[in-house]
Structure formats: structure tokens, C-alpha cells
């Protein structure tokens, strides 16, 4: 099992910088990729950005790409978001997940564990 816990979540202006955060704990070893998503009410979980647990490679979504930046520490078992020049349309509950199988997926379904969530809302 792991366990997942974001944090860093908040009210930003648009064009203002956000930290998410993702502490991991349990069987870490198990784990090949951590990813962030986002739901926007009445929209479907969408994917954002991904790294492998060892090895650090990094994909991000096109919406995201020179915004956001995916990142691990894996001595503090956590995973971070930096998020930069934040947009109305980044408003979202913000997710990490843990993939024990596949390497930088981009479908949710594929994700094993799941934290609670974070709202992160910029306003214009």
C-alpha cells in the first residue's frame, strides 16, 4: 500500500506562482511513476504532469509545458508541482497518484493510489 497527501493548494491572482506538494509513505519501492491531475468542476480528471519514481524523467501536458514543473525528492519521499504564471483555467482540484506498473503514463486509470486532493484557484 501507499499513502499519498497533497498540500500547497490555495486562492492565487492569475500570473501568480503556486508549490504543490505530495508526501509518500508505505511501500515506496513499489512505485514506477507519480503523477499530478486536475478536475475542474464538470469536467473530467484530466492528466498534468508525470516522473518516474527512480530514475526522474519528466513528461508534461501540452496546456502546462513551460509553466509547470513536475519534480521528486525521494530522501524526503515527496513530489512536488511548481506551478508558474497560473491562468483562470488552471483552477482545478489538484491530485497526485502513484503508478506501480507503467512508466510516465498519462491515464488515470493506470494509477493505483490517489490522494485527497488540493484546490488551487486562480482568479482573474
Known amino acids: 500500500q501507499v499513502q499519498l497527501v497533497e498540500s500547497g493548494g490555495g486562492l492565487v491572482q492569475a500570473g501568480d506562482s503556486l508549490r504543490l506538494s505530495c508526501a509518500v509513505s508505505?511501500?515506496?519501492?513499489?512505485?514506477?511513476?507519480m503523477g499530478w491531475f486536475r478536475q475542474a468542476p464538470g469536467k473530467e480528471r484530466e492528466f498534468v504532469a508525470a516522473?518516474?519514481?527512480?530514475?526522474?524523467?519528466?513528461s508534461h501536458a501540452d496546456s502546462v509545458k513551460g509553466r509547470f514543473t513536475i519534480s521528486r525528492d525521494n530522501a524526503k519521499n515527496t513530489l512536488y508541482l511548481q506551478m508558474n504564471n497560473l491562468k483562470p483555467e488552471d483552477t482545478a482540484v489538484y491530485y497526485c497518484?502513484?503508478?506501480?506498473?507503467?512508466?510516465?503514463?498519462?491515464?488515470?486509470?493506470?494509477?493505483?493510489?490517489w490522494g485527497q486532493g488540493t484546490q488551487v484557484t486562480a482568479s482573474s
Open positions: 497518484a502513484a503508478d506501480s506498473v507503467h512508466l510516465l503514463s498519462a491515464t488515470s486509470a493506470n494509477y493505483d493510489y
Open positions: 508505505g511501500r515506496t519501492s513499489s512505485i514506477y511513476t
Open positions: 516522473i518516474t519514481w527512480r530514475g526522474g524523467t519528466t
